[in-house]
């Protein structure tokens, strides 16, 4: 059996799309990143955009390789169905790379049992997969800036194995979105400023894995989610029908148990997620913006415990949580942590939530002043 047949093997047995293409640049990516970079779109991310040159170049960081066998393959399993109110996205809902790793340790053990040299590489800012895997002939480029595949749509996962043998290049996907722009409408904070262009600062997906205070105007819009966003995705009809063969899932991790959890519980429960330093602080101030979207004044007590908290990062957005709440309990509390909070990015966060939860009235006069200025940390 020759190479190109036993890949064929491979992809029918794994329900995977292969494809394989060269070491040549890709030159208008390169420009493209560049560009993102430059107008700031990348919102600071790092990945491709730190290294542009390198990931637009494989034949810098392979130069004794001659071809790249591109793999996709598609994540979903049961709990993926629809369902309102998930608060993880579904490719970071459990290790669902191990599928991936599979497909790509099969394709380097062919390759390597025929004499050939193989690197396997995926989520490396090497390579720019998402070019390779259209070059490679097995996805298209979508509006949302995510590759589809027929069958799966956007809901697959890519990598590739770098390889010396020399392999016949694969005729590139003649497919396009055409007039469709669903994913365009679909996204709640309007990340994606035009078809094929996403403004990372808006992403939620971006914001949720990024340091800091999450800006106060992008909160509502991230609901109930703790980690990722699936909205653009779910809403791509060519990946309607391998969502609508999986059942919804019955439990979602909950705000709730991620803010009650200790650091040790919580790492386990995010293992595979992409934490900042892995500090699990960044979980928790998602967890708190999350129940503010989703709670009740039944939520409040929990909430309150994180007012005091030594790391302002969380009692700031703990406030936000209690002002978004809001009712005159809420208020109460918030009131009264101003009485002690000497923070003072807490304090205004105390203030803006007291005027959210009642008319400032009720409050004003028992409102201690602002400090003029102090340190934060954050």
């Known amino acids: 059996m020759d190479l190109v047949t036993a890949l064929r093997a491979i992809e029918k047995r794994t329900s995977s799309t292969i494809g394989i293409t060269d070491l040549q640049p890709f030159p208008e990516v390169e420009a493209t990143i560049r560009g993102r970079v430059s107008d700031g779109l990348h ?15 494989p034949a810098g960081s392979f130069p004794w390789a001659s071809s790249i066998v591109v793999v996709a393959v598609p994540y979903l399993g049961e709990g993926d169905g629809v369902r309102h109110g998930r608060t993880v ?4 809902d459990g290790d669902r790379y191990e599928g991936l790793r599979v497909v790509l340790g ?7 049992a025929d004499g050939s040299r193989t690197e396997i590489v995926y989520d490396d800012n090497r390579l720019v997969d998402r070019a390779l895997a259209v070059r ?10 995510m590759v589809l595949t027929p069958g799966a749509g956007p809901w697959i996962l890519l990598g590739s194995v770098v390889t010396d043998a020399s392999m016949e290049v694969s005729p590139p996907m003649r497919r396009t979105c055409g007039t469709c722009d669903a994913c365009l409408p679909a996204c709640p904070t309007g990340a994606i400023i035009a078809p094929g262009v996403l403004d990372a600062r808006l992403c939620i997906s971006a914001v949720l894995q990024r340091r800091g205070t999450i800006d106060p105007r992008l909160r509502k819009a991230i609901g109930g989610r703790i980690y990722g966003c699936d909205e653009c995705l779910t809403a791509c ?20 148990s991620v803010l009650v959890a200790d650091d040790q519980e919580l790492e386990e429960a995010v293992d595979h997620w992409y934490v900042p330093s892995r500090k699990m602080r960044f979980v928790r101030r998602n967890a708190l913006v999350a129940l503010g979207n ?7 007590g929990l909430l309150a415990r994180y007012l005091g908290h030594e790391d302002s990062l969380l009692a700031e957005h703990a406030a936000w ?23 003072q990015a807490v304090r205004e966060e105390l203030v803006s939530a007291v ?21 934060t940390t954050r």
Request: glycine share 10%; aromatic share 4%.
């Open 89 to 92: 996205a579904r490719f970071a």
């Open 237 to 256: 009809p060519p990946g309607e029908p391998a969502l609508r063969k999986r059942t919804p899932a019955t439990e979602m991790l909950s705000p709730s």
């Open 43 to 57: 919102g600071g991310l790092s990945f491709t955009y730190a290294h542009p040159e390198k990931a637009s170049r």
């Open 136 to 145: 490679a002939g097995i996805a298209w480029s979508g509006k949302s800036t």
């Open 294 to 300: 989703t709670g009740d004044e039944a939520s409040l």
């Open 321 to 343: 949580a209690i002002g978004n709440i809001g009712g005159t309990t809420g208020a109460a509390i918030c009131g009264a942590a101003l009485a002690t909070e000497k923070r």
């Open 355 to 375: 005027a959210a939860c009642a008319p400032p009235s009720v409050y004003a006069e028992a409102l201690p002043s602002p400090l003029e200025s102090e340190e």
């Open 106 to 112: 099969e394709v380097a053990d062919l390759l390597e």
